[in-house]
């Protein structure tokens, strides 16, 4: 008899890092850099937005020096990343890092002491922020309202947008199709996000600093921890609020956590940064999923994921992998943070959940990929993922029919795609049988149908206008050489084609 195959332990590698909890936040660094550190200082995105620098925690001995930790193993599964570090004096620390799925970055520490004593040890939980400036150019991004409440700490990630953030090239020359009709001043902003971080025990003592910029990396070196530790507690002087220099600042917040770790004893710590549209939302989340195991709940969770989707197994150990792993990311790349009103002007985006297209540059609600997700998502044991896919693009329709290609959290929508959503559309609806899924989304689609046969096919051909290589999803292709010999450099062409 064959054993039922749990799809986290089969999925599990030592080369892979990427988390997700299905909501708005992953971390998923396509090139990190400091996965050895505690904690997260590899980039994260909410939705669209970067985060760096959530936090990392740097550990103390009893001369406040920091305590050298060497990597011993690293192992990942879709639920956790987990690895090992030992101390020369007999320290030995396990880390799980995980997305909870109400969006808190957690890392649960789990320390053993199998050395010579007992120990006494601090842990600073650190995070540092590039400061926003209300006065400077378009594209800005940074932290503002940085402030003790309570037992955490919290900042608004604030960005503004420019008039057009998403490519170098000359506006005359961009490409990308039809541009939306939206007046992009409209989702300049600024715009926020809060972080709120802290622990599952209260600090002893906190601080927060603003210096200008240096080297970034998660270092002891190069934190404010050596001027601020004075005889094993962390000194808070008043945070200075006038900027005299012309230079940027980098905003250091810091909490102190002791440990008593007495010789053979086990002692967990879990720090996190929760990641909300609402301050209060992201302090009650950190707090409430700090007091329970978050590595219990994330696996949880993904275990309830991969039960809500078709079992399968077979003969052939690859197609089975590669089937597992793309049910792990479509969920890595779900939103599901049930719709906002952004200033009263651009209505509700992300009111339904959806499936971006990737991660980094390609964290955005693309429709020439939901086409695919449609079909995909319409196998689970819900068709809430795979309607939302469809009913968020609809929602951002324009009068004319025109479906915009690309949606964000706040910047300006883009683009064009042609793509094809009815087909997966009418799969979800004969599995899922939902008549009123159907009478919502057709005014929709025959819109689009009839953008399609008015401004796409004046000829009556049956055959549509090509305008930009990028609408197809098939840049540098030859095929656009035909049509124009300086395709290539993003002109507008016009060409028939089926896609």
């Known amino acids: 008899m064959s054993t039922r195959l749990n799809p986290l332990e089969y999925l599990e590698r030592?080369?892979?890092?990427?988390?997700?909890?299905?909501?708005?936040?992953?971390f998923a660094p396509p090139f990190p850099q400091h996965l050895h550190a505690l904690g997260f200082w590899d980039e994260a995105h909410f939705v669209d937005v970067r985060l760096d620098?959530?936090?990392?925690?740097?550990?103390?001995?009893?001369?406040?020096?920091?305590?050298?930790?060497?990597?011993?193993?690293?192992r990942w599964s879709p639920d956790a990343l987990s690895q090992t570090f030992v101390s020369d004096d007999g320290l030995r620390i396990r880390e799980d890092k995980v997305v909870t799925p109400n969006d808190v970055l957690a890392s649960r520490l789990t320390l053993y002491n199998d050395g010579k004593r007992n120990r006494r040890l601090n842990l600073i939980l650190w995070s540092l922020q590039g400061e926003f400036d209300a006065h400077g150019a378009t594209g800005n991004a940074g932290a503002v309202s940085a402030e003790r409440a309570g037992n955490l700490m919290?900042?608004?990630?604030?960005?503004?947008?420019?008039?057009?953030?998403?490519?170098?090239?000359?506006?005359?020359?961009?490409?990308?199709?039809?541009?939306?009709?939206?007046?992009?001043?409209?989702?300049?902003?600024?715009?926020?996000?809060?972080?709120?971080?802290?622990?599952?025990?209260?600090?002893?003592?906190?601080?927060?600093?603003?210096?200008?910029?240096?080297?970034?990396?998660?270092?002891?070196?190069?934190?404010?921890?050596?001027?601020?530790?004075?005889?094993?507690?962390?000194?808070?002087?008043?945070?200075?609020?006038?900027?005299?220099?012309?230079?940027?600042?980098?905003?250091?917040?810091?909490?102190?956590?002791?440990?008593?770790?007495?010789?053979?004893?086990?002692?967990?710590?879990?720090?996190?940064?929760?990641?909300?549209?609402?301050?209060?939302?992201?302090?009650?989340?950190?707090?409430?999923?700090?007091?329970?195991?978050?590595?219990?709940?994330?696996?949880?969770?993904?275990s309830a994921y991969f039960e809500s989707v078709p079992y399968f197994e077979c003969s052939d150990p690859y197609i089975e992998r590669a089937y597992w792993y793309r049910w792990y990311g479509l969920r890595l790349c779900t939103v599901d943070i049930g719709g906002h009103q952004v200033a009263g002007e651009m209505g509700t985006r992300f009111a339904h959940p959806c499936v971006l297209e990737g991660v980094g540059g390609f964290r955005s609600h693309v429709s020439y990929s939901a086409q695919a997700h449609v079909r995909e998502l319409s196998w689970m044991n819900s068709p809430r993922v795979a309607a939302g896919t469809v009913q968020g693009l609809l929602a951002a329709q324009e009068n004319n029919g025109y479906l915009p290609g690309h949606l964000y959290l706040w910047r300006h929508t883009r683009g064009f795609y042609h793509c094809d959503l009815a087909t997966g559309l009418l799969q979800l609806l004969n599995i899922s049988g939902s008549s009123d899924l159907a009478a919502e989304v057709y005014?929709?689609?025959?819109?689009?149908?009839?953008?399609?046969?008015r401004d796409r096919d004046r000829e009556d051909s049956h055959l549509y206008n090509?305008?930009?290589?990028?609408?197809?999803?098939?840049?540098?292709?030859?095929?656009?050489?035909?049509?124009?010999?300086?395709?290539?450099?993003w002109c507008k062409i016009t060409m028939k084609g089926v896609d």
């Open 466 to 489: 090509v305008m930009d290589q990028g609408e197809t999803g098939q840049e540098y292709s030859s095929r656009y050489l035909f049509s124009d010999e300086q395709a290539d450099e």
């Open 154 to 302: 919290t900042f608004a990630h604030t960005v503004r947008y420019g008039e057009d953030a998403y490519s170098d090239r000359p506006a005359e020359n961009r490409g990308w199709g039809e541009r939306s009709s939206s007046a992009p001043s409209k989702c300049a902003g600024p715009h926020s996000i809060w972080v709120a971080l802290g622990a599952n025990v209260p600090p002893q003592a906190w601080a927060i600093r603003a210096a200008e910029p240096t080297d970034a990396s998660p270092n002891w070196r190069t934190s404010f921890i050596p001027d601020l530790m004075r005889d094993g507690r962390l000194q808070s002087p008043p945070l200075a609020t006038s900027n005299q220099s012309t230079t940027p600042r980098m905003v250091h917040l810091y909490c102190q956590y002791p440990v008593e770790a007495d010789l053979g004893s086990t002692t967990i710590v879990q720090f996190g940064a929760a990641v909300n549209l609402d301050r209060d939302d992201a302090m009650h989340y950190v707090q409430n999923d700090l007091q329970q195991n978050v590595a219990k709940m994330s696996r949880e969770s993904w």
């Open 53 to 74: 620098k959530l936090f990392t925690v740097i550990l103390l001995d009893e001369h406040d020096r920091p305590v050298h930790l060497r990597s011993e193993g690293r």
């Open 443 to 453: 005014p929709g689609l025959s819109r689009l149908a009839e953008y399609y046969e």
């Open 14 to 26: 030592s080369d892979k890092w990427y988390l997700g909890g299905g909501r708005g936040l992953v």
